[in-house]
């Protein structure tokens, strides 16, 4: 199927501890999005991707780390996990032009103990 | 920085319509975006408007005044699956960044 994937769906984990949630698209797309939904349901940009290269860098704490190996994957890595990072993280891709929509992950559910 | 405004939560009727409205106001404005996400489900695109004016796409259309700073979303005829949030979302030039209004609940009874 053609579609954004990210791995994991669910993710329980403890304060402190450093986690990774992975995404991949097969759309063909040049750029990769995530983002955070918060337990009021406002969905957040935090980076934005470019054929590889970081084009939106919200002020996010420097314990969000993105990694992009290719246009089609971009990764979320976690450090030192608080209890405010409790939250769905949510992937997305988009070809480059503004009337692209862009096309979302099923998103990660991220509990923090 | 930008403000988008819709309303909270919205009930009708099956077989009715729906308007949901949305205002902003932003600086290199680059085109309004409306997305439906179903409860725990990701949001999936449902239109794009960046002229005045209204666009229409089956049971769903979307208005534009950019003038005013708002939008709508008309959602006609309907079914109890349109229960869902329905989130506005503006875009900006630089980057395709898209920032979201807080999204609005709607509940669609029998």
């Known amino acids: 199927d053609t579609a954004v994937s990210q791995t994991p769906k669910y993710l329980v984990t403890q304060m402190g501890n450093d986690k990774s949630i992975k995404c991949e698209q097969n759309?063909?797309?040049?750029?990769m999005y995530w983002y955070k939904q918060d337990s009021k349901k406002f969905l957040k940009i935090m980076f934005s991707y470019n054929n590889k290269e970081l084009i939106i860098n919200e002020t996010v704490p420097n314990r969000f780390s993105p990694k992009s190996p290719d246009k089609a994957h971009l990764n979320l890595h976690i450090n030192s996990l608080e209890l405010g990072d409790s939250a769905v993280y949510f992937c997305?891709?988009?070809?480059?032009?503004?009337?692209?929509?862009?096309?979302f992950g099923d998103g990660t559910r991220l509990s923090i103990l | 920085g930008q403000n988008i405004d819709q309303p909270t939560e919205m009930t009708a009727t099956e077989g009715a319509i729906v308007q949901i409205n949305c205002t902003y106001q932003t600086s290199g404005f680059n085109g309004l975006f409306w997305y439906q996400q179903h409860a725990g489900e990701a949001p999936t695109f449902l239109s794009y408007?960046?002229?005045?004016g209204l666009e229409e796409k089956g049971r769903f259309s979307s208005f534009l005044s950019r003038s005013k700073g708002y939008s709508y979303l008309l959602l006609k005829e309907l079914q109890m699956k349109d229960s869902a949030s329905y989130l506005c979302?503006?875009?900006?030039?630089?980057?395709?960044?898209?920032?979201f209004g807080g999204g609005t609940r709607v509940l669609v009874k029998p």
């Open positions: 979302a503006v875009a900006k030039a630089a980057g395709n960044k898209l920032t």
């Open positions: 997305a891709s988009s070809q480059q032009g503004r009337n692209q929509p862009q096309h």
């Open positions: 759309l063909g797309h040049d750029t």
């Open positions: 408007n960046v002229l005045d």
